[in-house]
Nanobody, 123 residues
């Protein structure tokens, strides 16, 4: 069983920055791909970014150039650095673990989820 715990959400003004963390349990962190998703009120959960175990990353077009995903293998933690935030980035942000390389842009491809952390960006 893998447990994921997000932290770092909060309230920030537009063009500001926030950094999210996702601490994981278990001994297989290095073999999983780790993703970030977000869900705004009344909207579906959407892909934000993924960090593959081999080191490569992918981003949603809406965050490319503004967000950076990274991992600390010693701490079993994945991060999401968010810069130049916009009001439309307001959402609950979730980290998730992908144990098999399937449908990595869709929530249903992921096996484990954190509880989520709220990010609110004011205009």
């Amino acid at each position: 069983q893998v447990q994921l715990v997000e932290s770092g959400g909060g309230f920030v003004q537009a063009v500001g920055s926030l950094s999210l963390s996702c601490a994981t349990s278990g001994r297989t962190f290095s073999s999983y791909a780790m993703g970030w998703f977000r869900q705004a009120p009344g909207k579906e959960r959407e892909f934000v970014a993924i960090s593959w175990s081999g080191g490569s990353t992918n981003y949603a077009d809406s965050v490319k150039g503004r967000f950076t995903i990274s991992r600390d293998y010693a701490k079993n933690t994945v991060y999401l650095q968010m810069n130049s935030l916009k009001p439309e980035d307001t959402a609950v942000y979730y980290c998730a673990a992908l144990t098999q390389p399937r449908e990595w842009r869709r929530p249903r491809g992921y096996d484990y989820w954190g509880q989520g952390t709220q990010v609110t960006v004011s205009s």
